[in-house]
């Protein structure tokens, strides 16, 4: 059977980010890059600073002397051009920096959407069984977005911080070690605190996106039930539903807010340790002789250089914590694994035949009794065939077989000797025409909607297939024609008229094999006589396959066959059939009204 849910990786979400990003490297580690280059420009000010006030009070021990610069005025000048060399290369580094991050930050973010949406297509319909379309949709769209914000800042966040430390921790050292180890006495237990906090927030923030796309797949559920909801007035009862939903989003925020909302004060007192150590300690120094008064500058600005940005890092965390999350949830999603495979060959659509065997399959539906069972029956080319049943034959589950939209459990099905294993999924598919009892149409033109799949198509041969269907005369009254907006799924269009709409999309695809799966099950009779007419004029030299509610509509048919649990019971033409007196002229009684209904289509 096909996939059932996203595999879960016990990898860490940044580790699997990487290796998805590799064909980002380079503009990361450009990005990268220039978010040091900007850190190490943006702490020079500082020593600056400190070398400015040593060119006054103590210009024989300013470090301008060994540039050459002997006098007060020459240091002070040099000190000038220094800081403007500084702040511009400080400029033009955060400049690049954020330019690059957010570049870097969209392509992911892009890219990503379409391999998830492209990967989301290529799984099975088993698959889209056991997931909602708000938990895709949440997926695809929040979490991704989720993730372009941490790299919008965040990640520079991250990395500014620790360059920071780096930087700073090494001129500490460099000035006046001891006074260092007193100032960084703080940082291992903040380093300590931002790990522990990581461990117990990620879980937290995992049930955060999980509650959001289960609220998501509420509201997506309401959103296409509304008529529903409407005819049977029960706004009050989902508005509740939705309130449920909602609270526990809300309630899976706030425990995660709570605990992140607790680090930033956490945080501050050890800074205010390690601000008031080098207060103290530094000036002791310069007390002693063992510390000049403009290093002694320097080190109390740099400590606040160091320890007031990890008073952010608080809201960085949570910024990762919810990327993280999100990225396990997409690229889960990317590693579910495809279960139906194309083949490598491809159909001659010019010259195939069309002809259709199944040779003995059995078919079930995920953790359910077969539906059908060890069949076999040959389709020949260019004729019509129907298949009827009482419902759950089988009749639709063979349909989405052909089309390979579920794999057969066994035996095999050919298309002019070809395993259909074997043929492109693109080649088989385009080679099929399907006009299903569930029109779907997309929010768009009528005019989209009927080259859907046939873009290349003239207005010329839309009309010519529209005219076919009998769908031309009712669009050309529409207020725009072709161009008319038919509204999402349609809804601005009656079945009859979206059911033709569907017939003009596969006359024009043109197909060698066309399946008609109750088309004319939801029409009035009126409507069904018009598409009757239509699809006598398609169907003409074509293998078509008619899975049949009303059996008027299937009666010319070469061949008729009988479904019944899911293995064919009787075939024969439709006067062959009457004759037998069998599960056929049941049902055809039933439909002429002939008997008390006891078996439903």
Known sequence: MGSLKPTVSSAHPLRRLFRYGQRYRTKFNQAVTCSIL???????????IGAAVDAVAQPQDSWAVRLGAQTTLQQLILIVIASLIVWTLESLFQYAYARLWRDLAQQIQHNLRLDA???????????????????????????????????????NEVLQVAATVVIVGGIFFFLSPGVAAVAV????????????????????????????????????????GILTIKSFTTEAYEIERIRHESTAYLDSNQQAIALSAAFVPLVRILVLIGFLSTLFFGGVAVTNGNLSVGNYSVLVYLIQRLLWPLT???????????????????????????????????????????????????FAYQDRTPVI????????????????????????????????????????????????????L????????????????????????????????????????????????FIE???????????????????????RLAIARAVLKNPPILILDEATSAVDNETEAAIQRSLERITQNRTTIAIAHRLSTIRNADCIYVMEHGKLVERGRHDDLLAQNGIYTGLWQVQMGNKPTQASL
């Open 38 to 48: 900007n850190k190490v420009f943006d702490l020079a000010p500082p020593i600056l």
């Open 117 to 155: 949406y492209s990967h989301i297509q290529e799984l099975d319909m088993v698959y889209f069984e056991n997931q909602s379309t708000g938990r895709l949709m949440s997926i695809v769209n929040d979490d991704i977005n989720q993730l372009e914000r941490f790299l919008d800042f965040g990640a």
């Open 185 to 224: 006495l703080p940082m291992p237990f903040v380093l300590w605190g931002s790990v522990a906090f990581q461990t117990l927030l990620a879980p937290r923030y995992a049930a955060v996106r999980e509650k959001a796309s289960l609220l998501n797949s509420r509201l997506s559920n309401n959103f296409s």
């Open 312 to 362: 952010r890092l608080g809201e960085t965390l949570d910024q990762y914590q919810r990327a993280m999350a999100s990225t396990n949830r997409v690229l889960d999603l990317l590693d579910t694994p495809i279960a139906i495979h194309s083949g490598d060959r491809a159909l001659p659509l010019k010259t195939m035949r069309g002809e259709l065997e199944l040779h003995n399959i059995s």
């Open 373 to 424: 069972e060890q069949l076999s029956l040959h389709i020949p080319a260019g004729k019509t065939t129907a298949i009827v049943g009482s419902t759950g034959s089988g009749k639709s589950t063979l349909v989405k077989l052909l089309l390979r939209l579920y794999e057969v459990d066994a035996g095999a099905i050919t298309v002019d000797g070809i395993d259909i294993r074997e043929i492109q």
């Open 426 to 473: 693109r080649s088989l598919r385009r080679a099929v025409g399907l006009v299903s009892q569930d029109v779907f149409l997309f929010h768009g033109t009528v005019l989209e909607n009927i080259t859907y799949g046939t873009p290349e198509a003239s207005l010329r041969d839309v009309e010519e297939a529209a005219k076919i269907a009998e769908a031309h005369d």
């Open 477 to 499: 009254q529409l207020p725009q024609g072709y161009d008319t907006i038919v509204g999402e799924r349609g809804q601005k269009l009656s079945g009859g008229q979206r059911q």
